[in-house]
């Protein structure tokens, strides 16, 4: 049973359009993230959420939409997809700060 | 400013042979500190953490790392590598709270001579 899932694993899509990740946890853990990992491996975290509350909230374009319906689930939409969204995005979360458990990934390719 | 700095960016070694990677950081509060592993097409794992207490600690997979706060340094070993360990190693400081950010480092890519 996977501990932190995101869909779709890839994603390849046009300039311009609109789409978005999912992920969803089953470890009970309070907080959720979204990281962007760029082609050079570099990790760098977007947005973090605590019982559905926004906590964290990096300098990312406003095209970048994160939303968390309950704390079981933290989705991230992104519109009008640039060239430079490309990148592997993870999911993870965590309780309090004791060590993250990531997903395996979504990786996006913008053309 | 919170960073996280590993000095090399690609560490290739021999099967069996010891295995050091380096991890310095800064960080104005008691940082937690972790390090982490990518495989390949894969997510994270985490390897092991120091919150406090013995500054030697011992993780998963065979691996421990030493805790220097007089060298802000949190430096991974393990003794004898095998091929598996092949794959990218992420150091990382945060705090112990939610509302604090987990700073990544760079990573150091390790390969493994058979």
Sequence with gaps: ?111 | AQSVTQPDIHITVSEGASLELRCNYSYGATPYLFWYVQSPGQGLQLLLKYFSGDTLVQGIKGFEAEFKRSQSSFNLRKPSVHWSDAAEYFCAVGAGTSYDKVIFGPGTSLSVIP
């Design chain 1, 1 to 111: 049973d996977t501990a932190v899932s995101q869909t779709p694993k890839y994603l390849v899509t046009q300039m311009g359009n609109d789409k978005s990740i999912k992920c969803e946890q089953n470890l009970g853990h309070d907080t959720m993230y979204w990281y962007k990992q760029d082609s050079k491996k570099f990790l760098k975290i977007m947005f973090s959420y605590n019982n559905k509350e926004l906590i964290i909230n990096e300098t990312v374009p406003n095209r970048f939409s994160p939303k968390s319906p309950d704390k079981a689930h933290l989705n991230l939409h992104i519109n009008s997809l640039e060239l430079g969204d490309s990148a592997v995005y993870f999911c993870a979360s965590s309780h309090l700060n004791y060590g993250y458990t990531f997903g395996s990934g979504t990786r996006l390719t913008v053309v």
